[in-house]
């Protein structure tokens, strides 16, 4: 799988990896087939899951944009992780809603190359002067 993405992530074409997918789906399907009903207790579970959320697990094989891994994603949270560890956390769920929602910017702003300072500062003129537009982390085309 990791190594089909990297390909087509180096300019790969969409028919090559359609076809790469198909293959891999058949065959994740029969293999499915042929090990559910030999399964038990956890491995089953596990079994029964990639079969009924195939649409789910397997969602980076028909949209070969989305990276198979999650590491960005993870990636993404460590920044909120540390703070969470070096502060002892929040002492309410509203402190916690409003730190998330404030490392959520910090980190969209990082991931779309954006001064964070500069997104704040804009915003917070936005609310003062009514003429001036909020800025937005919505890519634009």
Request: one cysteine or more.
């Amino acid at each position: 799988m990791f190594q089909n993405y990297r390909q087509w992530q180096e300019g790969g074409d969409d028919v090559t990896d359609n076809d790469w997918a198909s293959q891999f789906k058949s065959t994740l399907q029969s293999t499915l087939h042929q090990w559910f009903d030999l399964a038990g207790g956890t491995a089953r579970k596990l079994l029964r899951s990639l079969r009924d959320k195939a649409k789910q697990w397997w969602y980076f094989l028909d949209h070969p944009q989305v990276p198979p891994d999650n590491n960005l994603a993870e990636r993404s949270l460590r920044l909120a992780v540390t703070k969470r560890k070096v502060s002892g956390g929040s002492r309410s769920l509203e402190r916690f809603q409003d730190t998330a929602n404030l490392l959520t910017v910090v980190q969209t702003c990082r991931r779309q190359g954006l001064s964070v300072i500069t997104f704040f500062e804009q915003a917070l003129q936005a609310q003062v002067h009514s003429s001036l537009f909020a800025p937005s982390l919505i890519p634009q085309p």
